[in-house]
């Protein structure tokens, strides 16, 4: 199962030896929006140099895999990057952040002007 994110290299850390035949190294994206979002990456083996290339506050697309795993009664999950590559230069239209708030209330009316008017005889409803 794969997936892509686009979103702000927020930090990139160093390569760490796990054993002396397995590399990892993680990074962490922001997302944009209303609700910014920090969501952490693990590379492994020969592509650990993928993120070499990018600067930290660079827009970037991540590539990835969703990988889960037990260990002794416990559960843990790895978002596992395969591929990174600079993002388009136009951010994605539907963010959170794209949606504009709804209107204010017409003058003198409160948001809840329909139902605290006692006017409950259309109101179909047991509650």
């Known amino acids: 199962m794969s997936f892509e994110i686009e979103g702000i290299l927020h930090k990139k850390y160093d390569t760490e030896s796990k054993t002396d035949s397995f590399k990892t190294r993680e990074f962490v994206i922001s997302t944009e929006g209303m609700y910014p979002q920090y969501v952490k990456f693990q590379l492994t083996q020969d592509k650990c140099s993928a993120i070499d290339s990018f600067q930290e506050g660079e ?23 395969w591929r990174v590559d600079k993002a388009s230069a136009v951010a994605p239209a539907n963010t959170y952040g794209d949606i504009p708030p709804p209107p204010p209330p017409p003058e003198g009316q409160s948001d809840f002007t329909e139902f605290s008017s006692g006017n409950m005889a259309d109101d179909d409803l047991p509650f």
Request: glycine fraction near 8%.
């Open 59 to 81: 827009r970037i697309k991540v590539s990835f895999d969703l990988r889960g795993r037990e260990w002794q009664g416990k559960y843990f999950t790895n978002l596992n990057a």
